[in-house]
């Protein structure tokens, strides 16, 4: 029933509410290596900017079939099965991200495909998890302000990733902190 909900007032004083946010937050935080994948590919690998570009729209083909699914694997099975989706694709991606640090273009592709399917997290599952959580009765006005936070986390941890590369010369530590990110919004948000 989308007339239940507390008003932000009732929400800033509901443990649920931090814990949605924070689950929130670190999709934010966790999402931003997806604008590097294309640095990652040409600067850290050394593949042409072509094939970097191709790292990158494979990633939003992944992003488009995320977010297809994603909303129905919420309906049918719950939030969180998408907690558990984004998880599991996110971390894998990212995972497979790393050991592409080898040498394959082949594991970088797949790679970049199993990241895009945990895509949508940010986009998708955030806004679910904030309504499911705290109704729809007053989901814009507690939306509003969460999204606000959840920009400015994304925002504020964008240059930092890149200052991996630029402080070791290797995007290494950036999908680290990224995968913990995404395990961190599954604990969170379960």
């Given at each position: 029933d989308l007339e239940w909900g507390p008003t932000l007032q009732e929400a800033a004083r509901m443990p649920v509410f931090y814990f949605a946010w924070l689950t929130c937050i670190c999709y934010s935080i966790g999402g931003c290596m997806a604008g590097y994948l294309a640095n990652f590919a040409t600067m850290e690998l050394g593949y042409s900017i072509q094939f970097g570009s191709t790292v990158a729209i494979v990633f939003t083909v992944g992003v488009i079939i995320c977010s297809s699914l994603l909303g129905y694997l919420n309906d049918r099975f719950g939030v969180r099965a998408g907690l558990v989706w984004g998880a599991v694709f996110s971390v894998s991606g990212m995972s497979m991200m790393i050991m592409s640090m080898?040498?394959?273009?082949?594991?970088?592709?797949?790679?970049?495909?199993?990241?895009?399917?945990?895509?949508?997290?940010?986009?998708?599952?955030?806004?679910?998890?904030?309504?499911?959580?705290?109704?729809?009765?007053?989901?814009?006005?507690?939306?509003?302000?969460?999204?606000?936070?959840?920009?400015?986390?994304?925002?504020?941890?964008?240059?930092?990733?890149?200052?991996?590369?630029?402080?070791?010369?290797?995007?290494?530590?950036?999908?680290?902190?990224?995968?913990?990110?995404?395990?961190?919004?599954?604990?969170?948000?379960?």
């Open positions: 080898e040498g394959s273009s082949l594991l970088l592709l797949a790679a970049a495909i199993v990241m895009g399917l945990g895509g949508s997290m940010y986009t998708v599952q955030a806004p679910l998890i904030a309504r499911s959580t705290l109704g729809g009765k007053h989901y814009a006005t507690i939306w509003a302000v969460m999204m606000t936070g959840n920009s400015l986390a994304g925002a504020a941890s964008f240059g930092p990733m890149g200052l991996f590369f630029d402080r070791t010369g290797s995007y290494r530590g950036a999908f680290i902190l990224c995968i913990t990110m995404f395990i961190l919004a599954m604990i969170f948000g379960w």
